[in-house]
């Protein structure tokens, strides 16, 4: 048993309650989770998220099914890129992630296969270890992969199980395999998320209709006080960058000052548009694309450009070489880190003065709610297909024209106001509290 569940043992408030601290588990596949797990770090007994694929100790049996699990994905997102033969193998592969059509509404509880392959493992011990070790103190676990959730009821986890949601529609897969007898608790994002469990046979009484857990330093300095002071500032300057003609402004005047106030007279930052990747590197091209056709607005200072290369050195070293080849090397910053939790934390702050976030409707489609209008990438798989339809019927997004004419639709946006709007339109509809309602819910079960 290593050190931090050592601690864990030894800490065990066994008779003081929960303490108002959570087991938060996640897997290092690609951002998603660990994005979602990111603002729930407060929670996190002793501070630390636990990776279920990638922990210390972690048996050699239960890491290459991981492994598999991790490479499938990551190779069949690369390939997508190739013409023709790309396009048939992921669409192959995501046909065993297909998210059903939502109408007519029916009972949708029948388990699909991928569903009946993890059980499978399951049966044969996978994720044995890792229940053991977090029932040393059974905490509330919170996990923000299926998986582990799915792992710690099977093999009797204690404690009780939480399912963060980050998507704003979910296949089968997420629910487990018997939903009527399944203690399992799940944080929805979404309406339809709660629907959609329904439809799987979750019990209602399970589905907690919390919102996407955001990061707090990009709202308030105290959730608990209910505060949007951060959010507040932030939009208040990027509303004058997303809105240049005052059009937004003149028809809705009254609204905007009744959220946020009096608006500020000039903006704080030049127009601010962040292209993040995802974490298999994938659409690094659209970057490059982007920078382009920017070049010379890049270079005249009337736009900055922010890619968000993440954790991967080769995505890092692809961007500063075509940079270099652009002659905009002082004009660009690249976010990456090697630590993911490092890379959170620069990411989250340079999206207070980012005006615009570009990229493909992963669970950043949910970042909307800080008032951040999103430029919808092309979808990678079927649960990004329904984040794209969620964002576009909610008004929060739109999606991209040619990333070679940047510099002429974009602008076009900017001067009809149809950016400001979608960011107010998002600010005020979308659900920003996601992370203290997580909490509140802990708490309860500790105090309540």
């Known amino acids: 048993m290593n050190q931090e569940f050592k601690d864990a043992k030894r800490n065990n408030p066994a008779v003081s309650g929960y303490d108002s601290k959570a087991w938060i588990v996640s897997v290092n596949m690609g951002y998603g989770h660990q994005r979602t797990a990111y603002p729930l770090k407060d929670l996190a007994f002793l501070g630390k998220v636990i990776n279920a694929n990638d922990y210390l100790g972690i048996p050699e049996k239960d890491?290459?099914?991981?492994?598999?699990?991790?490479?499938?994905?990551?190779?069949?997102?690369?390939?997508?890129?190739?013409?023709?033969?790309?396009?048939?193998?992921?669409?192959?592969?995501?046909?065993?992630?297909?998210?059903?059509?939502f109408y007519p509404e029916r009972d949708l509880s029948q388990p699909n296969f991928t569903?009946?392959?993890?059980?499978?493992?399951?049966?044969?011990?996978?994720?044995?270890?890792?229940?053991?070790?977090?029932?040393?103190?059974?905490?509330?676990?919170?996990?923000?992969?299926?998986?582990?959730?799915?792992?710690?009821?099977?093999?009797?986890?204690?404690?009780?199980?939480?399912?963060v949601v980050c998507d704003a529609d979910i296949a089968r897969t997420w629910a487990p395999l018997n939903p009527k007898i399944s203690k399992i608790k799940y944080f929805a994002p979404t309406q339809r998320v709660v629907k959609r469990l329904e439809l799987y046979g979750v019990k209602k009484e399970n589905i907690i209709l919390s919102g996407y857990p955001l990061p707090q330093e990009n709202i308030?300095?105290?959730?608990?006080?209910?505060?949007?002071?951060?959010?507040?500032?932030?939009?208040?300057?990027?509303?004058?960058?997303?809105?240049?003609?005052?059009?937004?402004?003149?028809?809705?005047?009254?609204?905007?000052?009744?959220?946020?106030?009096?608006?500020?007279k000039s903006s704080d930052h030049p127009l601010t548009i962040m292209f993040a990747v995802g974490g298999a590197?994938?659409?690094?091209?659209?970057?490059?694309?982007?920078?382009?056709?920017?070049?010379?607005?890049?270079?005249?200072?009337?736009?900055?450009?922010?890619?968000?290369?993440?954790?991967?050195?080769?995505?890092?070293?692809?961007?500063?070489?075509?940079?270099?080849?652009?002659?905009?090397?002082?004009?660009?910053?690249?976010?990456?880190?090697?630590?993911?939790?490092?890379?959170?934390q620069k990411f989250n702050q340079a999206l207070r003065k980012t005006d615009i976030l570009w990229t493909k409707p992963s669970e950043l489609s949910f970042y909307s709610a800080l008032g951040l209008p999103i430029i919808i990438a092309p979808q990678i798989g079927s649960q990004e297909e329904f984040n794209k339809r969620w964002l576009l019927r909610s008004g929060f997004g739109i999606f991209q024209e040619n990333p070679n004419y940047t510099d002429q639709w974009l602008f076009d946006w900017l001067e009809q106001g149809y950016l400001a709007e979608a960011a107010m339109?998002?600010?005020?509809?979308?659900?920003?509290?996601?992370?203290?309602n997580i909490q509140k819910t802990i708490s309860n079960l500790c105090c309540g």
Do not use: C
């Open 63 to 101: 890491r290459k099914i991981w492994k598999g699990v991790q490479k499938s994905y990551e190779f069949i997102s690369r390939l997508k890129r190739v013409p023709l033969l790309g396009n048939l193998a992921f669409s192959i592969f995501d046909a065993f992630q297909k998210i059903l059509t």
């Open 115 to 163: 569903l009946k392959q993890i059980y499978s493992a399951l049966k044969n011990g996978w994720g044995e270890d890792l229940v053991e070790r977090l029932e040393s103190n059974p905490l509330p676990l919170i996990s923000t992969f299926f998986t582990p959730a799915f792992m710690a009821e099977f093999f009797n986890y204690p404690g009780p199980v939480f399912l």
């Open 220 to 264: 308030s300095a105290n959730l608990q006080a209910g505060g949007l002071e951060i959010l507040k500032k932030d939009l208040k300057y990027r509303l004058l960058n997303l809105d240049p003609q005052k059009k937004y402004f003149e028809k809705y005047k009254i609204l905007i000052e009744k959220h946020l106030g009096i608006l500020p």
């Open 281 to 344: 590197g994938a659409q690094k091209e659209i970057g490059v694309k982007i920078l382009k056709s920017l070049s010379r607005k890049i270079k005249a200072r009337q736009v900055k450009v922010i890619l968000a290369a993440g954790t991967k050195e080769k995505v890092k070293e692809y961007f500063k070489k075509n940079i270099e080849k652009l002659g905009l090397n002082e004009s660009i910053e690249i976010l990456f880190e090697k630590n993911i939790e490092s890379y959170f």
């Open 425 to 436: 339109q998002a600010f005020i509809e979308g659900e920003k509290l996601g992370t203290f």
